[in-house]
């Protein structure tokens, strides 16, 4: 997942078949869904689709980079809010953009792992490109670390640690929802399962009653 990474928003008839294959692979998963399928969706003959993508694979990549953008603007940007608002109100905005993104491309993703061959290529695909989801940490974490050094994050915490416990319970939070039903969860009954996961992360990342004020 690298900002650098992302193609420019699709426009036109390539919008239209990312939306179609998004539809699809949404209601038949990607075993099912076909690039003829896909492009009968879209309005346009197969050999349109082949145009604008080399095959079905390329395409899933295209929803997953549709997808992408809101997550990544928020954790490009989430360094140099250091020593701004405070931790709480920075984090539960990620954790808010990551449950969102899990929500959307966990349904489409989990159909690689299925196919290991499949899978293989879309990693080569991410790699070639920079992208993966492990380049979400690498903000989160300099984020934390910028905090700590301003005194508002507790000089022994973890940053690599926290920042995966707050992502990681964000994506299982979402792989159980999807899985058992929103009836199973914990958090069932309360409003904001973001804000209630980051109050529980901040009690150990606090430094203790004198964390210091923002920046105006």
């Known amino acids: 997942m690298n900002e650098h990474s992302l193609s420019p928003p699709p ?11 998004e539809r699809v692979l949404r209601a038949k ?8 399928e ?11 689709l082949y145009l604008h993508f080399a095959d079905k694979l390329d395409l899933v990549r295209a929803v997953h980079e549709k997808l992408l953008p809101a997550f990544v603007e928020v954790v490009r940007h989430l360094p140099e809010r250091a020593g701004t608002g405070s931790v709480q109100g920075n984090l539960t905005e990620l ?10 491309l966990t349904p ?7 196919d290991p061959e499949l899978l293989r290529r879309f990693r080569a695909l991410l790699a070639e490109r920079g992208g993966g989801p492990h380049r979400a940490w690498e903000p ?26 707050l992502l990681g319970a964000c994506q299982q939070l979402v792989f159980v929802e999807l899985m058992s039903g929103p009836e199973t ?21 606090s430094p203790g009653p004198n964390e210091m004020e923002p920046r105006p």
């Open 140 to 165: 989160v974490v300099a984020y934390l670390e910028a905090e700590q050094a301003l005194g508002r994050v507790a000089p022994e915490a973890d940053p690599a640690a926290a920042t995966l416990l």
């Open 11 to 21: 426009t036109g008839t390539r919008a239209q078949l990312v939306d179609a294959a």
């Open 95 to 104: 954790a808010h953009g990551a449950l969102r993104l899990y929500r959307d």
């Open 108 to 114: 489409l993703g989990s159909s690689l792992f299925a």
């Open 185 to 205: 969860l914990p958090f069932h009954d309360r409003p904001d399962p973001a804000a209630e996961l980051v109050a529980t992360l901040l009690a150990g990342l």
């Open 29 to 36: 998963g990607l075993a099912r869904a076909t690039t003829k």
């Open 38 to 48: 896909i492009a009968r969706e879209a309005g346009y003959a197969e050999g349109t």
